[in-house]
């Protein structure tokens, strides 16, 4: 766990430590190794902006147009005294992403709702090579199962864990986009504010070898040692068969709860 390098939420809009990002392009290259931080948008993942410190005051620089919603974010760190990250604003309501995508309450009555954190930390790389992120206790334990699962010689990786609202909410647009209808998709996928992956304590794991987020999972060597030994760290099967939440079963998520 990497606890110097943390994740900042607010708004649609995140708040990434620049040494955690590749640039997207050779013009950006620069601006963004020598920058503190990086502001992202929270759905698209899009770099809008640079954050770095001249003569002890945080300096932003724009690199694409920022929601008009979100420019009194980056004024008031513009304003704090030396450090860019000491502003404490308020996350974004999960409501609103849901009238977008026409889900209503009666589609979630059974599931229990989650609020996103403003401060994450690294808790170290997906199986892509993705900053995983984390609160502070779930990174932790994560950090002490893998290790013992390793001790016992059982391989497992990272697939996901920490989901914006806003993050979500893509999730949903883009399996629209295909045809999938509200329903399909919330078999598998909880609406924007309901997803344990907003509290940063849930995470997908995976199998070497293995595809990520399918029920083979369940027959891998890393499923067995989970059903053994996830309880000692604090993680739980969130969506065993036939759970009370309506969601397909998911062998893949675990949840830290201790």
């Known amino acids: 766990m990497h606890k110097d390098l943390q994740l900042r939420t607010f708004g649609t809009l995140e708040l990434w430590p620049s ?4 640039a997207k392009s050779s013009a950006h290259a620069r601006l963004i190794s020598l920058a503190q931080n990086v502001v992202r948008s929270a759905g698209h993942g899009d770099y809008l902006a640079v954050i770095s410190e001249r003569g002890g005051k945080p300096s932003i620089r724009k ?24 502003c404490q604003p308020t996350p974004a309501p999960a409501s609103g992403y849901r009238r977008a995508l026409g889900i209503h309450q009666h589609m979630t009555a059974t599931q229990p709702s989650f609020r996103q954190p403003e401060r994450l930390v690294l808790a170290g790389w997906d199986r892509y090579g993705r900053p995983l992120w984390l609160v502070a206790t779930a990174a932790r ?51 924007p504010g309901f997803s344990e992956h907003h509290s940063g304590r849930a995470i997908d794991i995976g199998y ?11 027959h891998t060597p890393a499923f067995g040692w989970l059903c053994a030994n996830a309880a000692r760290f604090g993680f739980c099967l969130s969506y065993p068969p036939d759970n009370p939440y309506g969601i397909d079963y998911e062998p893949w998520h675990w949840c830290w709860r201790a």
């Open 19 to 22: 040494a955690t990002l590749r």
């Open 63 to 86: 690199l694409r147009h920022i929601p008009s919603t979100e420019q009194l974010h980056l004024r008031r760190w513009k304003t704090t005294q030396r450090n860019a990250a000491r």
């Open 208 to 218: 070497p070898g293995e595809p990520p987020a399918e029920t083979s999972f369940e």
């Open 141 to 191: 334990a994560w950090t002490r199962m893998r290790r013992a699962a390793e001790r016992a010689g059982i391989a497992m990786d990272a697939i996901s864990a920490f989901r914006s609202y806003a993050h979500q909410s893509m999730i949903f647009r883009r399996k629209l986009q295909r045809g999938q209808s509200l329903s399909e998709i919330l078999r598998v996928n909880t609406a």
